[in-house]
Nanobody, 119 residues
Framework: QVQLVESGGGLVQPGGSLRLSCAASRVSRLIFSIYAMDWYRQAPGKQRELVARITREGTTNYADSVKGRFTISRDNAKTTVYLQMNSLKPEDTAVYYC??????????WGNGTLVTVSS
């Protein structure tokens, strides 16, 4: 149903910054505003992990590994969620995925955007 497309990934040096975007389509602004939105990441050989979450009310949660460095935000008028990543570390290297919490098996995922932190 809802389509999610991530963008903004790329190669960045340690200590650098990137802003990821997740654009939702095939969904109205009102309905999008209801969904909690998540950012996950998956590094090679590791399980996919939740790194950030934002609710319809704007409440945010972060994995301990990214607290103080990452900020999740949303713009319901643009049906877009963002992940601002600062002070990037090599261990942040992963494919980052956006998810809309529509309802368990109905949850929508994007195809991911690759973030590589390396000198």
């Amino acid at each position: 149903q809802v389509q999610l497309v991530e963008s903004g990934g790329g190669l960045v040096q340690p200590g650098g910054s990137l802003r990821l975007s997740c654009a939702a389509s095939r969904v109205s602004r009102l309905i999008f505003s209801i969904y909690a939105m998540d950012w996950y990441r998956q590094a090679p050989g590791k399980q996919r992990e939740l790194v950030a979450r934002i609710t319809r009310e704007g409440t945010t949660n972060y994995a301990d590994s990214v607290k103080g460095r990452f900020t999740i935000s949303r713009d319901n008028a643009k049906t877009t969620v963002y992940l601002q990543m600062n002070s990037l570390k090599p261990e942040d290297t992963a494919v980052y995925y956006c998810k809309a919490e529509i309802g368990s098996r109905l949850d929508s995922w994007g195809n991911g955007t690759l973030v590589t932190v390396s000198s």
